[in-house]
């Protein structure tokens, strides 16, 4: 009992001496940067990912704020931009989901959020306002940041601060979450059209404020309600060069691990284990995370298209169909293969192998400009059911006709839904 107590004693007293050194080092850390700190990556301190210049991988400080000022000119396009001179922007971050308890996911943040701020930290929100006097799309740039919190920070690292929202990311002002109900009110002066996601919130709390102090408000003359999804997506659609580099290093780096996984996997080994292996390789080479749950499906699993589970064993003569795909810096691939895990087809598996592989290879030839999904669709239904004609899987007489077209592809799933 004294030997135990003895443990407990020393166990508190190392805690204790760590926490006064964390602190000490935080101290020192805000001190040394000038509030040049944030939880994310930065060129000072990820001279590895981030070049000098650069907010993110890649991208740099001015590009977010372009993206910001393409995005009040699109809504100045709009009918209430031509109509009205007050307009605020509200969009959220997300926030941090629990496992249980107080184990929480990995974060990952609001992908609309990202696209204009370049910010990583959860339960932040910005806020873009039309400036009186000054038409559109001249509008000042708010990012409301969690307040800063050394014993928080001792556990989870460094937040920005409400400096670090301007000198860092560009904001024209930082402000701390808490003051979002004050600032929210300001607009009771002059009719707005506001520009947020009502009917489907990303953050519970921040909507609670919003809806309380804003939209549901009778003494806010809001002139207008309207979704800013759509207008974001409208810009994310089209591509920058830094965006496009960064999804060509996605897509390099999920091929590579296919390519080193299919080495790797063995008659014996689970869906699961493959699987893994693969993140494995994704991760060794730089991706952050998966971009969704691997589907490894072995034998007539692989016909599931949403297999999640990945539990069988994989047995001599299965082919293995993996749909995976990888994360690098907020950029996503996605890639279809199957192969066998002997290493070997059979004459049937290499037939229809083929004649998918034929399907695809005529569907890249015909992907450009002005060619739509629907075409690009219909045109592989059409080649993929002409293959099944010929290997005798499926009879012509099935293939007539619309409605008999969707039963066919309900009942034949050959492994085409990837488009890679």
Known sequence: MYMYKSKRILLSLNVAVWNQCRH??????????????????????????????????????????????????????????????????????????????????????????????????????LILETIPGQPLPEHKAFLFVQPQDSHWEIWNGPRCSVNGAVDIFGMDEGREVVDIPLFLRRFHQHPHCVWYDYLKPPHDSFHNDISTNLIDNSYTPVKSLRPIAPEVHKLRVIKSEAEISLMRKSASIAAQSFREVLKYGRVGMTELEI????????????????????????????????????????????????????????????????WPVSGNFSEVQRQLYDAVHRVETSAIQIVKPGVTLNELNNMTEMSLAAELEKLGIVKKSLLLGHQKQVILFRKFSCGFDGYD
């Open 275 to 338: 699987g893994a292996r693969m993140e494995y390789e994704c991760k060794k080479r730089g991706a952050e995370r998966m971009a969704y749950p691997p589907v490894v499906g072995a034998g007539n699993r692989g016909t599931i298209l949403h297999y999640l589970a990945n539990s069988h064993i994989a047995s001599d003569g299965d082919l293995i169909l993996m749909d995976a795909g990888c994360e690098y810096h907020g950029y996503a691939s996605d890639i279809t293969r199957t």
């Open 24 to 125: 000490l080092s935080l101290s020192l850390g805000r001190l040394a940067s000038h509030d040049q700190v944030a939880s994310q990556p930065l060129s000072d301190t990820h001279p590895h990912l981030i070049r000098q210049g650069e907010l993110t991988p890649e991208i740099t400080s001015n590009e977010f704020r372009n993206r910001r000022t393409r995005l009040m000119s699109q809504i100045a396009t709009s009918h209430d931009g031509m109509t009205h001179p007050h307009h605020v922007v509200i969009i959220p971050s997300a926030t941090t989901q629990y496992l249980s308890q107080d184990v929480p996911y990995t974060f990952r943040q609001n992908s609309d959020f990202l696209y204009l701020t370049g910010f990583q930290e959860p339960d932040s929100l």
